[in-house]
C-alpha cells in the first residue's frame, strides 16, 4: 500500500514564529519529493522540491528529507498570516512506473496576528 | 509566461450526461497528469501523457474515464455517464519532462453531479 501521511491539523503558530510541518512515506524507493501549498478553493501551488538527503532553503522555506528515516518536513520561519493554507506533501512512488505522484491529505496551518 | 489553463472552471452534469473536461499545459511540457481532487483529501492520480502517449491510465477509476492527448499538447478527459460519486476537482498538471521534474497545475475544474 504506497502511503503518504501527514498531520491533518490545524496547526497554529502566531505570526513571527517557525512553523514546521511533517510527512512521512511508505516507499523506500522514492526519489523526488514536493510541497505543495493550497489555498482554500484553489489549486496546488509548488513551494519547494527535494530530491537528496538533507536540507534545501529557499527564502523562508527550508525542506529537509532523510530517506533512511523516510521523512521529509518543510520549515516556514517568520510565519505569516498569509502562509495560512493547507499545505500538501507529494511523493513519487517507483511502483507502477513511477509516474504516479502520491499526496498526503494535507497539513492545514493557520498563522495567527 | 502562461500557466496550466483548464476549462471550464465550473461544470454542473445530470447523472447520466457525458462531460469533457479541458486542459492547455504550459507550452514546452512534454508531461502532462490528470488527477481528481474530493474535499478534505489530496489529488489523487487518474492518469499520464508524454507528449501523445498515455503511459500510465492505472489511477482511472473505471472505464466511464477516458483521457486522450492526440497531438501532444492539449488534452481532454472524458467521462461518460456521470455518477454523483464523480463530483471532485478535476487537476490537469504539466513538467517539462518526467516525474523527476516539477509539476505545475491548473485551476482545475469543479465537477457536480446531480
Known amino acids: 500500500q504506497k502511503e503518504v501521511e501527514q498531520n491533518s491539523g490545524p496547526l497554529s503558530v502566531p505570526e513571527g514564529a517557525i512553523a514546521s510541518l511533517n510527512c512521512t512515506y511508505s516507499d523506500r524507493g522514492s526519489q523526488s519529493f514536493f510541497w505543495y501549498r493550497q489555498y482554500s478553493g484553489k489549486s496546488p501551488e509548488l513551494i519547494m522540491s527535494?530530491?537528496?538527503?538533507g536540507d534545501k532553503e529557499d527564502g523562508r522555506f527550508t525542506a529537509q528529507l532523510n530517506k533512511a528515516s523516510q521523512y521529509v518536513s518543510l520549515l516556514i520561519r517568520d510565519s505569516q498570516p498569509s502562509d495560512s493554507a493547507t499545505y500538501l506533501c507529494?511523493?513519487?512512488?517507483?511502483?507502477?512506473?513511477?509516474?504516479?505522484?502520491?499526496f498526503g491529505k494535507g497539513t492545514s496551518l493557520l498563522v495567527t496576528p | 509566461g502562461a500557466g496550466v489553463s483548464q476549462s471550464p472552471r465550473y461544470k454542473v452534469a445530470k447523472r447520466g450526461q457525458d462531460v469533457a473536461l479541458r486542459c492547455d499545459p504550459i507550452s514546452g511540457h512534454v508531461s502532462l497528469f490528470w488527477y481528481q481532487q474530493a474535499l478534505g483529501q489530496g489529488p489523487e492520480f487518474l492518469t499520464y501523457f508524454q507528449n501523445e502517449a498515455q503511459l500510465d491510465k492505472s489511477g482511472l477509476p473505471s472505464d466511464r474515464f477516458f483521457a486522450e492527448r492526440p497531438e501532444g499538447s492539449v488534452s481532454t478527459l472524458k467521462i461518460q455517464r456521470t455518477q454523483q460519486e464523480d463530483s471532485a476537482v478535476y487537476l490537469c498538471?504539466?513538467?517539462?519532462?518526467?516525474?523527476?521534474?516539477?509539476?505545475?497545475f491548473g485551476p482545475g475544474t469543479r465537477l457536480t453531479v446531480t
Open positions: 498538471a504539466s513538467s517539462f519532462r518526467g516525474l523527476e521534474y516539477e509539476q505545475y
Open positions: 527535494i530530491y537528496s538527503n
Open positions: 507529494a511523493v513519487n512512488f517507483v511502483a507502477n512506473s513511477g509516474y504516479a505522484l502520491n
